[in-house]
DNA sequence: GGCTTTCAGTGACTGTGGTCACTATTACAA
DNA sequence: TTGTAATAGTGACCACAGTCACTGAAAGCC
């Protein structure tokens, strides 16, 4: 991993700063589905992911709900506060699909705020986005309903994934959404019927 | 207004940094209901109450929705961020009651992020705090029945305005919500048959 | 006092989405 | 190929909360 790689990924960090992240940090791969940060657990370690992404979720006895993703270059800034202050998660990470990340520890970014400033910029950036990210979530689960909340999901996933077509299963969709499967399937079937959406052998396409 | 009673209210904020917001910085009175940031307006200050407190709404075309109390010494930091980047805001900011805040101009903000880095751990705990705000809200509007929700909202709103009982009216209630008069009236009659809540002559009072 | 406006209370009705119970389909391994 | 598990599809049912259309009660004002 070289430092055009990651400065790719991370425009605003100044290399000096890069170097020593790529000198104390490790590069990992993260299966699909791997928990990476559980609710309650401190948060000891800041992932980013250089490729694929994670999905950050609400986590509740029995539902669980879908906050946003981070993608490539991002970072979960949310589990960063709460690192700073020793505190505990309030959500579940997990990698959404095959991922690779840097990892960097939560005592090495609280050396590089002091001797790199700039760092503080990146963050308030990011902090805003999650705030922004969390506001549109608020808004779908409140003012939509569950058909436009599915095809807002969708639209999004095929953004996150990068591709033109999604595989999954009706359970997944609903887990995310905080919802049950027959649901699921009923408003599928509804927003194929009013041509939003086409599915094949269960490959889901938006038309 | 002397240096210790700002002091008082924003004890992590070093001397020097206060004397300096103090000689930069007005102190207004804010009326109960004022409008102090609306959905979509340009952020260019940031208002820290030192009595009352301030509601953050989010902001839809026909509904709203509470989504935190900003309290004394604390800071709107969520439009802060918005404010570095020169962006609008997406919240709607409103006096709970008659309100008393200092009124920083952001772009001194921005100075002094540079010259006294520890308002950087200020506003990431603030942040932090924000955050789990949100996460709360969202976890009440999911998982809570309107009843319990209505309660939590009472709970909540009897810790903030330091009272032991509440005069409010079921529309406001349903507006911060974003449900309906009727529905509220069922509810709180709901709670005070569960002796939740008492409810004499139009004040409430928690049990 | 009466008059008007605002607020609260209530019953009837409805749509959404969650649950249950079951069947049909698909995928996959022995 | 057949058996088994996982996934999808469907109809019946129901609770919650939103809406409508009122009536009743308080508050404020001339």
């Known amino acids: 991993m070289n430092l055009n790689t990651v400065k790719e990924h991370l425009p605003y960090l ?3 700063l890069i170097k020593e ?3 104390t940090s490790d590069k990992v791969n993260i299966p699909k589905n791997t928990v990476i940060l559980k609710k309650g657990e401190y948060v000891k370690v800041l992932p980013i992911p250089l490729s694929g992404y994670i999905k950050v979720l609400h986590q509740q006895e029995i539902k669980d709900l879908l906050l ?5 270059g991002e970072s979960c800034i949310m589990s960063f506060s709460a690192g700073l202050e020793n505190g505990k998660s309030k959500v579940m990470a997990i990698a959404g699909e095959d991922t690779t990340a ?5 005592e090495n970014v609280k ?4 001797k790199y400033p700039s760092i503080n910029t990146l963050f308030y950036k990011l902090y805003n986005q999650r705030y922004q990210e969390l506001l549109t979530t608020i808004n779908d689960i409140v003012f939509l309903k569950l058909d436009e909340r599915v095809y807002e999901y969708l639209r999004n996933k095929l953004n996150v994934s990068k591709t033109n ?4 299963k009706h359970r997944e969709i609903a887990e995310d959404l905080g919802s049950s499967r027959e649901v699921i399937t009923r408003v599928l079937k509804k927003l194929e019927i009013e041509n939003k959406i ?10």
Request: hydrophobic share 50%; no cysteine.
């Open 14 to 16: 100044e290399d000096d």
């Open 21 to 23: 992240i790529l000198k």
């Open 68 to 72: 946003y993703y981070i993608q490539e």
């Open 102 to 106: 840097i990892i960097i520890s939560i």
């Open 111 to 114: 050396l590089w705020l002091k």
């Open 165 to 168: 077509s999604l595989k999954l």
């Open 198 to 207: 086409d599915v094949k052998s269960g490959i889901i396409k938006i038309l």
